[in-house]
């Protein structure tokens, strides 16, 4: 008998794309099962949290997830899944909890149901109403997910886990080695995306530049394969390691049919020793050459590098010298996160603490930087006409939508427009003109075609 069947579910979701592809794959197993999403307002039996522990901060908004979710479905079982492992606590009476390994995410309804089975004995010991799924060094597959929820774009997940074990990071310990779909399997599922009226996928994985560890094919054959796929009119490369975006990469995606000019390259620091204290591949040399490098092929690209400061070892003068290298390359956009402390990570035995006011200052400087290098970004093509993908409303008359480089637009009902939503998940043609109010925008102007 399906245990499953006729049960309620409700999911929350943390921390990054993959993860949120990932639920949205969960519950279509969980349907399929017979398991209902329970609407607003509702009680559900079964509460899935896909958790997230990139920060500190990632830690508690998991655990407070899960306190949130016990109080408001008493008696549910609490499914745990994802990077965050919180500490096994006892249940207080009639609780059933089942953490399911981050690896494990692919057998969720597998797990609950077998969960369920022993859970159902009334005999049970309050003590042993915890099942962990985690058998250490089990199965570890690669679990398929392309999905877009509320959002207009989808997120194709083409690529799970990491072999670099960057020191300050847990993700390799939590999602396991690199490991990917097969080309034929991906493209199937972004005809599937094109069929239900998807036109933008967003490629989503871990360290995806890393594609083929499973499957002996490389990455370059898989966004030739993509860009084939009709329907598809937008492919954006979510975040790819600067030594793995090769040459031959940008060459094609500056050539496609369908790519994106956008990137987004992580660099972490802009110093060699704090690089070399983070195990990274690549030195500031190797990284603004790669910048020259997207440059020459696709001058327009909008270009998104990650930072993090603060990290141990980073001293006054390694953070100055790494300023000073992120003020001259020519990106588009920081994304600063904080060094985090992580319990497990080989950056622990590194010596030189920074502390949180340096660590603020820091981000803060980094953040101003961001802003100067997004507004030069932007006023480059204030005046020109681009395509802008339009998006889901939140505001009553006003679309916004993303240009092919990545500049937001915001176009407001002033121009000839009767009913948005007959343009939302359409490319327009749009006249970028200035800055919108908010400071956020650029302004712009439908092009209607006769
Ligand atoms: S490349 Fe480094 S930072 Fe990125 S997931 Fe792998 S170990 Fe973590």
Not at 62 to 82: E, K, N, Y
Request: aromatic share 8%; glycine share 8%; net charge positive.
């Amino acid at each position: 008998m399906n245990v499953l069947k006729g049960k309620k579910a409700v999911y929350y979701t943390l921390g990054c794309k993959l993860n949120f592809a990932e639920t949205s794959t969960i519950e279509q197993q969980m349907k399929v099962a017979g398991v209902e999403t329970i609407s607003k307002g509702g009680v559900a039996d079964i509460c899935i949290v896909n958790t997230c522990s990139v920060t500190e901060v990632a830690d508690s908004k998991s655990r407070q997830a899960i306190s949130r979710l016990r109080r408001r479905h008493p008696g549910a079982m609490m499914v745990v899944t994802g990077c965050y492992r919180p500490p096994l606590t006892p249940p207080s009476r009639g609780e059933n909890y089942l953490f399911v390994d981050g690896k494990q995410k692919g057998d969720i309804p597998k797990l609950i149901e077998a969960a369920m089975r022993t859970f159902s004995n009334s005999s049970l010991r309050e003590e042993d109403r915890v099942s962990l799924s985690l058998k250490d060094g089990g199965g570890v597959s690669f679990v398929p997910a392309c999905a877009c929820g509320e959002r207009t774009r989808y997120f194709l997940k083409v690529q799970d886990g990491c072999d670099y074990f960057c020191t300050y990071c847990t993700i390799p310990y939590a999602r396991g080695r690199s490991r990917n779909g097969s080309i034929a399997s991906l493209v199937k599922q972004a005809e599937e995306a094109a069929g239900q009226g998807g036109k933008e996928i967003v490629l989503t994985g871990v360290n995806i530049g890393d594609f083929g560890k499973t499957t002996g094919e490389k990455f370059i054959d898989l966004l030739r394969a993509l860009d084939k796929v009709e329907g598809i009119e937008r492919y954006r490369i979510s975040s790819i390691e600067p030594n793995l975006l090769t040459e031959e990469i940008i060459r094609f995606c500056a050539e496609s049919r369908a790519f994106m000019p956008h990137f987004h390259i992580p660099l972490q620091s802009g110093s060699d020793e704090v690089l070399r204290l983070m195990h990274r591949r690549y030195d500031t040399k190797f990284f603004a050459g790669k910048i020259e490098e997207v440059r020459r092929y696709i001058p327009d690209a909008f270009i998104g590098v990650d930072v993090i400061v603060g990290m141990r070892g980073e001293t006054d003068e390694l953070f100055s010298q790494a300023r000073a290298f992120m003020e001259a390359l020519p990106v588009s956009q920081y994304h600063v996160f904080s060094y985090s402390e992580r319990p497990g990570t080989k950056a622990l035995e590194i010596p030189g603490i920074v502390s949180p006011e340096k660590k603020h200052e820091r981000s803060q400087q980094i953040l101003s930087l961001s802003k100067e290098k997004l507004r030069t970004h932007y006023n480059i093509y204030i005046g020109q006409t681009r395509p802008v993908m339009l998006e889901h409303s939140r505001e009553v008359g006003v679309f916004h939508g993303f240009t092919d480089n990545y500049i937001r637009v915001e176009i407001n009902s002033k121009f000839k427009i009767n009913s948005f939503r007959a343009f939302d998940n359409t490319i327009v043609n749009v006249r970028l003109g200035g800055w919108n109010e908010k400071g956020d925008a650029l302004a712009g102007d439908l092009i209607i075609e006769n």
